[in-house]
């Protein structure tokens, strides 16, 4: 029995100009909630996230993976992606699953149906962000067995992603010398395969 692997929907070339903007109404909308102005220094990164919203073949990276911005704290990259998110959900109609990885960790380490809800949502929503990714504890207890939350959620992205096509989306303030530090060589070698790996320079919006 073949199973239907799920695909980002594609736009046609000639939107990309009013996706941009569109990208840009959303930052700059979650920029204004918490009373900063934001002037992007990173307008091909943000390009390069709008060919991928509308599945461009001259997106620099590969369509069939996930993205995972690196940067600095504060560099707007959650608002970057958090923007990114909300246009695919325009674009295909089909929500996505937020998270962060210290809220991933807390769940876990409650137990409880409330952690079987999350690992479910894991494993079934076909786009995932997860936000700072690499800054949960390392391990946590969960009925008296350590685990280790990162590599577990991120092994099953990955199944998701080898086996239904499933995307995953993620924001990490640690590079990736020291997510291989943190993760191993086999998950950071899957993070190489399931994610586009993009370096987020951007201004620190806390510092203004």
């Known amino acids: 029995m073949t199973t239907n692997r799920f695909t980002l929907k594609e736009c046609p070339a000639e939107q990309l100009e009013d996706w941009i903007k569109v990208l840009m109404q959303y930052i700059k909308k979650s920029c204004s909630n918490i009373g900063r102005e934001y002037e992007p220094l990173h307008k091909d990164t943000l390009r390069e996230l709008a060919l991928y919203a509308i599945r461009d073949k001259s997106f620099k990276g590969n369509l069939n993976k996930g993205i ?12 970057a992606m958090d923007a990114l998110c909300k246009v695919l959900t325009d674009i295909n109609r089909n929500p996505v699953f937020y998270t962060s990885s210290r809220d991933i960790a807390k769940t876990f380490r409650r137990g409880s149906e409330s952690m079987f809800s999350l690992e479910d949502k ?14 949960e504890v390392d391990s946590s207890k969960v ?51 399931m994610f586009n790996v993009i370096v987020f320079d951007g201004i620190d919006l806390r510092k203004k």
Do not use: C, H
Not at 74 to 79: A, L, Q
Not at 122 to 135: Q, S, V
């Open 122 to 135: 894991i494993e079934r929503a076909p786009i995932m962000f997860i936000d700072d990714l690499a800054d």
């Open 68 to 79: 995972i911005l690196i940067g600095d704290v504060g560099s707007g990259k959650t608002f």
């Open 143 to 193: 009925y008296g067995t350590e685990i280790f939350v990162g590599y577990e959620v991120l092994s099953t992205r990955y199944d998701a992603w080898v086996n239904k096509g499933f995307i995953t989306l993620a924001t990490s303030n640690i590079d990736r010398e020291n997510l291989l530090k943190k993760y191993g060589k086999r998950i950071d070698s899957r993070i190489e395969q």
